[in-house]
């Protein structure tokens, strides 16, 4: 399995922190990562006053630059309010300059603020996405292109640079919607999981559905990732109470946003039961539960969120060191 770390780069304590110094702490955990081993560093974006990235392919590109081994992806591209064509260039110059460890998770969006920014409709929502995905598909396939949508202007025979020196990696994000796995699937590219809240049983059925689908397209088997909240420390407890103030604030102010009830500590605690959605404890716990969803799953990729909402940043990078150091080996070893 690979093991990786993702982050959408919070401003931590709500927009407090200087840009500037957010993205130099970004980069330390990417080469954090790098030096230590793991197998993926994902980048998302957002386009609000909390969060420090917009353009994940550029901090992608800085970070090529700073590390050797590490896959670098985004987490994801909203690529239903982006440019196929200028997102597969930005990526395809991630992959050169990175020696062929560029990937993109091409998503929807789980906020919608890009959309009225670059000057789309809500309305076309599920549309934009399918449309974007099969020309983003295309550049991938063909240096010349020729293509028209309802979206986009039409493309006559056009070549697109530059090119990677080899296929590059598309993954599609998956939050709730089952259309979205049976597309993937049907497409021939990998999924991405996001398992936020709810017991991991729950979300078999995309899996399922994923899996299915690639069958009866004749893309035989698919990898999977899950991509879940995580966070690691030497003791239960401490990750546990270190962990949830900034977990708890950041979901509740999402929660305002969208009309969810306010998480509680009692709440926060049964999400770390082996059944629960959160993957926090110490090493031993974390890999317990990898474990446990991998036999949920069979899944080939588990990406943490541990940068969350005001987490200092020796814990964040402590937090990758354990990772790293202690869960990653153990995980590998129990599924050779």
């Known amino acids: 399995m690979e093991l990786g770390v993702y982050t959408f780069a919070e401003l931590r304590g709500g927009g ?49 630059m700073r590390t050797t081994r590490i896959k670098l992806t985004s987490a994801v591209t909203v690529l239903s309010s982006d440019d196929p064509v200028r997102v597969f260039q930005e990526f395809a110059t991630v992959d050169l300059l990175s020696g062929g460890r560029a990937e993109i998770m091409a998503g929807r969006g789980s906020f919608i603020e890009s959309f009225p920014l670059f000057g789309y409709d809500l309305d076309d929502y599920d549309e934009l996405f399918a449309e974007k995905l099969e020309l983003l598909l295309k550049l991938r396939e063909s240096e010349r292109v020729t293509w028209s949508g309802r979206h986009r202007a039409p493309i006559d025979d056009l070549g697109v640079y530059p090119r990677p020196n080899r296929e590059l990696p598309i993954w599609v994000a998956v939050g709730g919607n089952p ?3 049976a597309r993937a699937g049907t497409l021939g590219l990998p999924m991405a999981l996001a398992i936020i809240g709810g017991q991991p049983e729950r979300f078999k059925p995309f899996a399922d559905l994923h899996r299915k689908a690639a069958e009866l397209a004749g893309h035989g088997a ?15 407890e401490q990750a546990a109470e270190e962990f949830y103030p900034s977990y708890a604030a950041m979901m509740n102010a999402i929660g305002v946003e969208r009309g969810w009830s306010p998480i509680q500590r009692q709440d926060f605690d049964a999400m770390r039961t082996p059944r629960g959605a959160l993957v926090v404890g110490s090493p031993e716990e974390v890999v317990e539960k990898i474990l446990f969803q991998h036999e949920i799953f069979g899944h080939q990729r588990f990406l943490a969120q541990m940068s969350v909402g005001t987490m200092p940043r020796d814990k964040v990078l402590r937090s990758i060191e354990l990772f790293a150091t202690e869960v990653a080996p153990a995980v590998r070893a129990a599924l050779v």
Do not use: K, Q, W
Request: net charge negative.
């Open 16 to 64: 407090t922190v200087d840009p500037g110094d957010r993205l130099r702490d970004l980069m330390e955990e990417i080469e954090l990562a790098d030096e230590l081993g793991l197998d993926v560093f994902g980048v998302g974006e957002h386009h609000r006053p909390d969060f420090a990235v917009s353009a994940p392919a550029v901090v992608l590109a800085a970070a090529a």
């Open 179 to 181: 259309d979205s796995a």
């Open 222 to 236: 698919l990898p999977l990732s899950i991509n879940s909240h995580a966070y690691v420390a030497d003791t239960s």
